[in-house]
Every structure is written in C-alpha cells, then in structure tokens.
C-alpha cells in the first residue's frame, strides 16, 4: 500500500476535533480490545491529532508529529511504530526466517513461511480472512511488518499454497520513513 507513497501524495492536512478523537479512540478500542488499557497513554486528552489526507483515500493520523495509525475506507490500521510500543494488543503472527527479506522487501507472505519450522499461527480457531495481523518474526524481538490475511488461519494450515498475506506496511516503507514536519 505504500511502496511508491511521497510527500506529493498528501493532500491536505487538518486538526482533528475532540469529538472525532474520541470517536477514533472508541473505534480503536473496538477493532483492538486489548488496547483499551493504554488508549490515554497513546491519545493523551490534550494532545492534538493531526489528519493527514493522501491519495488512493488513505488518511493518516499523527499524534504530536508521529504517525500512529491510518484508515483506508472504514478499518484503522496501526502503524508499526504504534505495534512497537505496544505489541501485545493486535492479533499476531510470525514467519519464518527464510520470509524475512521478502517481508522487507514488500512482498506478500507466502502460507509455506507461516507453516514451517519457525513460524507460528494462533491456536484453532485462529483468525478469519480479512483480519488484520501485525507479523513477527523467528527470533526477532519487534515486528517487520503488517498485514491483511487473505485466507483464514485453518485454511492456512490446511492449503499451505499460495499468498497468505497481503502485506500493508512494513519496515522501511516510506510509511515507516515519513515524518509529519
């Protein structure tokens, strides 16, 4: 999603009013319950949001010049500096070695580097297609990218062929290079 995503694709900029940031922060509870917990660490109630409108309809949120999450259509998407600071609130997944350049590199996740010997899925009945999982990897301690499951974690495991998922942003995309100023 954001390969080829300048400073020429932002459209305009604007604050964001209390009443939207708190509807964002109750949307963010309901796709992410686990985050409930540190949503005021995350939003703080004085800070201001910033959105920042881009082209294909993607918005970004920035919080005090930092890009926490984006939408594209209805679904808000946390940006890995947000996963990085608090990992244990998005479902999850993890490849194996093999994927971690094709990860970095913007491809999407074959299944057979969710099956083997270092990747992990969640235990039955997992996750459903279109979920949105935040990737780790085999050994690694912060997350490399984040995507959107294109087939159910069982049929994953069953099929083991084929794109698995559809990555969204990764480590060192222009996402994960962009500064607000």
């Known amino acids: 999603m954001f390969k080829k995503f300048t400073r020429e694709d932002v459209h305009s900029r604007s604050k964001v009013k209390s009443s939207i940031q708190r509807t964002l922060k109750a949307k963010l509870v309901k796709q992410y319950p686990k985050i409930e917990d540190v949503i005021d660490e995350l939003i703080p109630k004085k800070s201001q949001i910033e959105l920042i409108k881009c082209e294909d309809k993607i918005q970004l949120y920035s919080v005090d010049g930092e890009v926490l999450f984006f939408q594209k259509f209805d679904e808000l998407i946390p940006s890995l500096k947000l996963v990085h600071k608090f990992p244990e609130a998005y479902p999850t997944v993890q490849v194996d070695r093999g994927a971690i350049k094709f990860v970095l590199s913007g491809a999407n996740i074959m299944c057979p580097g969710l099956t083997s010997a270092g990747a992990d899925l969640p235990p039955a009945p997992g996750y459903e297609k279109g979920t ?36 969204i942003h990764h480590l060192g995309d222009p996402l994960w290079n962009f500064s607000v100023e």
Request: proline share 0%.
């Open 132 to 167: 949105i999982v935040v990737i780790n990897a085999e050994n690694k301690e912060n997350a490399l990218a984040i995507g959107e499951l294109m087939m159910g974690t069982e049929e994953i495991k069953s099929v083991n062929k084929g794109h698995s998922i559809e990555l």
